[in-house]
């Protein structure tokens, strides 16, 4: 009789291919290649932090597929730029937002999917003993790392004139920076929330499994 599948079980050959299939879509004849070259990076890099741990400290499947969607929203990005991806364009002209929002959408993500790898990482290390400072943790690690990039933004913006427009993506808005760390704030909170004891029974699972 053959074993059930377990549910926290990734599918490397599925997530191999639309993530190849992707990054080769958005390299194809990119709006700007320096700008898809920085946008796509951490997504590259994630790739290959993944593979090689993925026999030491293979992740949950919830946390291979919130990746594998950032990864997503980064190429798409990267491809377009964040200020003139076509779905942040539909949404202009459908609700009449003074800009294209989509790079709003990437900095939320920023929060949301990095909340849930620190998450699995802290728990499985027990790093907290309780769940109030681990997730204050959490929160203020998801914070910083969006402080981060955005320092790497003014960094690129002060190398490059030439791609800092693209890259940064401000699109006129004063406050483009600071909302941008609100959204990851708001995202990493909201995953928190949202998706806390979905990835307490992966976790369960995928102990038994270790």
Same mark, same amino acid.
């Given at each position: 009789?053959?074993?059930?599948?377990?549910? &926290?079980?990734?599918? /490397?050959?599925?997530? +191999?291919?639309?993530?190849?299939? #992707?990054?080769?879509?958005?390299? %194809?004849? !990119?709006?700007?290649?320096? &700008?898809?070259?920085?946008?796509?990076? /951490? *997504?590259?890099?994630?790739?290959?932090?993944?593979?090689? &741990?993925?026999?030491? %400290? !293979?992740?949950?499947?919830?946390?291979?597929?919130?990746?594998?969607?950032?990864?997503?929203?980064?190429?798409?990005?990267?491809?377009?730029?964040?200020?003139?991806?076509?779905?942040?364009?539909?949404?202009?002209?459908?609700?009449?937002?003074?800009?294209?929002?989509?790079?709003?959408?990437?900095?939320?993500?920023?929060?949301?999917?990095?909340?849930? +790898?620190?998450?699995? @990482? @802290?728990?499985? #290390?027990?790093? %907290?003993?309780?769940?109030?400072?681990?997730?204050?943790?959490?929160?203020? %690690?998801? #914070?910083?790392?969006?402080?981060?990039?955005?320092?790497?933004?003014?960094?690129?913006?002060?190398?490059?004139?030439?791609?800092?427009?693209?890259?940064?993506?401000?699109?006129?808005?004063?406050?483009?920076?600071?909302?941008?760390?609100?959204? *990851?704030?708001?995202?990493?909170?909201?995953?928190?929330?949202?998706?806390?004891?979905?990835?307490?029974?992966?976790?369960?699972?995928?102990?038994?499994?270790?």
């Amino acid at each position: 009789m053959p074993e059930p599948v377990q549910l &926290t079980q990734p599918r /490397p050959a599925t997530w +191999i291919a639309v993530f190849t299939a #992707l990054l080769l879509w958005s390299g %194809f004849e !990119p709006k700007d290649t320096v &700008t898809w070259m920085l946008e796509v990076a /951490p *997504a590259v890099i994630a790739a290959i932090v993944l593979f090689a &741990t993925r026999r030491r %400290f !293979p992740l949950t499947r919830l946390a291979y597929v919130l990746i594998l969607i950032h990864c997503v929203i980064l190429m798409i990005g990267g491809h377009y730029t964040y200020a003139e991806v076509p779905a942040g364009e539909w949404v202009r002209d459908l609700f009449d937002p003074p800009r294209n929002n989509y790079d709003k959408l990437g900095h939320l993500a920023q929060g949301f999917v990095p909340a849930i +790898i620190t998450r699995e @990482v @802290v728990i499985r #290390l027990r790093v %907290f003993s309780g769940a109030a400072w681990r997730n204050f943790f959490i929160v203020s %690690f998801c #914070l910083a790392v969006s402080a981060f990039y955005e320092l790497i933004e003014w960094w690129v913006a002060a190398l490059s004139d030439e791609a800092a427009e693209a890259f940064l993506g401000t699109q006129g808005y004063a406050w483009d920076t600071q909302s941008d760390m609100f959204l *990851a704030l708001v995202g990493a909170v909201l995953a928190l929330a949202l998706l806390g004891r979905i990835h307490d029974r992966q976790l369960a699972d995928i102990a038994q499994d270790l």
